[in-house]
């Protein structure tokens, strides 16, 4: 006859066993279908990150690969022994976006560019929910939000400040796209910090597209040293701060995406608008809001 001590032994045994069979399980995606997240992942940064006012730095954020290029640039040997065929695929679906899809979105951009920056806010803004969760993952507190409205007002200013600054014209030569390449660069590790604002008003961002449209290696070639040598230097700095401060930091990189994202809103004299304009500016709003809001989670995947 069993004792009540062994009674019991078995009944904790058999209703860990049915919890642990009826527990439901994460659907894992599979091969093929990591393969074309990550693809297409690559190709939106690549496609977005040459348009006028915005980072590719908030698109590697919103799209799950920040911490991925982080640890590229303070650790590539280890990162590229871990997750190869990631930076592959991401790096393929890039320079497919960089120099092909990017064609498309500026044939838009230059014809209905009011409605394309509307409709990449609604993006932006649609992965908020799913940033703010990841934000919150290692806990918050007061110092959480400190720092995300201090990030928030400090790049708003900088934003601002370069936005006011009148036309600059220079002579684009080796120096001004190695400083191209260093913007970039900072616009990788720093994300909301916008190269493409910064260059345009010094006056070398179309002698810089322009270079890249046509496979110039006098501008290739310094803006390729000067964005790897950047992000190469602070990427160990950033990557320390975020195992310390992960909350704070976290937060802070919200407010800058806010902030950046404030600042590309179609707004001022150069665009007029219409009731029937509003109409389809807030649609775009939506849409994009909607598509990323329920894209979230198909994100860039590690092996």
């Known amino acids: 006859m069993q004792s009540d001590t062994e009674i019991t032994e ?3 045994e058999i209703k860990t066993e049915d919890t642990t069979d009826n527990k439901p399980k994460k659907k894992e995606r599979s091969k093929i279908a990591k393969t074309i997240i990550n693809l297409v992942c ?3 940064v690549g496609a977005g990150a040459i348009l006028p006012g915005f980072s590719g730095g908030v698109l590697c954020v919103v799209l799950g690969m920040y911490p991925l290029v982080m640890e590229l640039f303070s ?4 990162a590229l022994k871990k997750n190869w065929l990631v930076y592959a695929l991401i790096g393929i679906g890039w320079v497919i976006g960089f120099f092909a899809v990017s064609n498309f979105i500026k044939f838009f951009y230059s014809r209905f560019e009011m409605f394309t920056i509307w409709t990449f806010v609604g993006l932006i803004f649609g992965n908020l929910p799913s940033l703010y969760k990841e934000a919150g993952k290692k806990g918050r507190s007061k110092s959480s939000f400190i720092t995300l409205g201090i990030a928030f007002v400090v790049m708003f200013t900088m934003l601002l400040t370069v936005a006011l600054l009148p036309d600059v014209n220079i002579t684009p030569n080796f120096g001004w796209f190695l400083f191209s390449g260093v913007m970039w660069g900072l616009s990788i590790i720093i994300p909301g910090l916008t190269s493409s604002s910064i260059m345009m008003s010094l006056g070398i961002y179309e002698a810089f597209n322009t270079g890249l449209a046509t496979f110039n290696l006098s501008v290739i070639i310094p803006w390729v040293i000067g964005m790897i040598a950047t992000a190469a230097a ?3 700095i950033i990557e320390r701060i975020f195992k310390k401060h992960y909350s704070e930091a976290f937060h802070a990189v919200i407010g800058i995406v806010v902030s ?7 707004i001022g004299e ?3 608008y219409s009731p029937m304009t509003i109409l389809i500016s807030a649609v775009c709003v939506i849409v994009g809001f909607i598509a990323a809001y329920f894209l979230s989670n198909f994100k860039v995947e590690e092996e």
Do not use: C, D, Q, W
Not at 75 to 78: A, D, E, G, L, R
């Open 10 to 12: 078995e009944t904790k």
């Open 42 to 44: 690559g190709v939106a």
């Open 75 to 78: 650790h590539p040997v280890k």
């Open 234 to 236: 602070l990427a160990r």
């Open 260 to 266: 950046s994202t404030l600042m590309i809103f179609p």
């Open 270 to 272: 150069k665009y007029s």
